[in-house]
């Protein structure tokens, strides 16, 4: 069992290296005056290179505007969590399994 996980981390390892080659690449096609340093390896995977903001932090990890649970990362390759929806979902959840029953509330 021990080497099964060892070997799936490997291949975590190899698919995020992967990723990062791949948009780089894709950003060194580009003319350099039209390298954003940001966008999405096959219209699917975000990524982003640019130095990081406490605004861009902010609206990828708690931003109570946007009700995606998965944004894109501040920096780097693919998704981050939206700890405000994740929040408030827990509440929601929270919420409805500690309501009491409607046959505990009757006399």
């Known amino acids: 069992m021990r080497h099964s996980s060892k070997a799936f981390g490997n291949h975590l390892k190899i698919i995020a ?4 080659v791949a948009a780089v690449y894709q950003e060194m096609k580009k003319p350099p005056d039209e390298r954003e340093w940001h ?3 096959a219209n699917m995977i975000p ?3 640019r130095a990081p903001t406490t605004e861009r932090f902010r609206e990828r990890y ?6 995606r649970l998965f944004t894109e990362h501040a920096f780097g390759v693919g998704w981050a969590i939206n700890f405000h929806t994740l929040y408030e979902r827990l509440q929601t959840l929270r919420g409805e399994s500690s309501a009491p029953a409607a046959e505990d509330t009757e006399a």
Do not use: H, M, Q, R
């Not at 290296?17 to 990062?20: G, M, N, P, T």
């Open 39 to 41: 966008g999405k390896i």
């Open 17 to 20: 290296v992967s990723l990062v």
């Open 47 to 49: 990524y982003d290179f």
């Open 62 to 67: 708690w931003n109570p505007e946007d009700p």
